[in-house]
Nanobody, 120 residues
Framework: VQLQAYGGGLVQAGGSLRLSCANS??????MGWFRQAPGKQREFVAG????????VYADSVKGRFIISRDKAKRMMYLQMNSLKAEDTAVYYC????????????????WGQGTLVTVSS
């Protein structure tokens, strides 16, 4: 499994940004987005099941972020709206051989991160 995340950048608070994740390898049951802010542990942001499109969100992003996937293109996206300074982090995409899990340690494959900086 090879994952590559991109689309990060600098955005003002209240703005929007869309992250993309390309999966060039075998697709697994669930895909997800995580983030790691400076000095903090990596945390779950959102997850989606590859076949059914079932979604799970962290409370901190619920109502602002939307996760989606395009099966034909083997892509996953994270639409981030109403961004806040506390959303600043390196965002990672991941996939696992099982249902969506919110514990970082339960995910199996990782791509490199993409930095999102939200200026207040």
């Amino acid at each position: 499994v090879q994952l590559q995340a991109y689309g990060g950048g600098l955005v003002q608070a209240g703005g929007s940004l869309r992250l993309s994740c390309a999966n060039s390898g075998r697709t697994n049951y669930a895909m997800g987005w995580f983030r790691q802010a400076p000095g903090k542990q990596r945390e779950f942001v959102a997850g989606i099941t590859y076949n059914w499109g079932t979604t799970v969100y962290a409370d901190s992003v619920k109502g602002r972020f939307i996760i989606s996937r395009d099966k034909a293109k083997r892509m996953m996206y994270l639409q981030m709206n109403s961004l806040k300074a506390e959303d600043t982090a390196v965002y990672y995409c991941s996939t696992r051989n099982g249902d969506i899990a919110t514990k970082t340690s339960e995910w199996h494959y990782w791509g490199q991160g993409t930095l999102v900086t939200v200026s207040s």
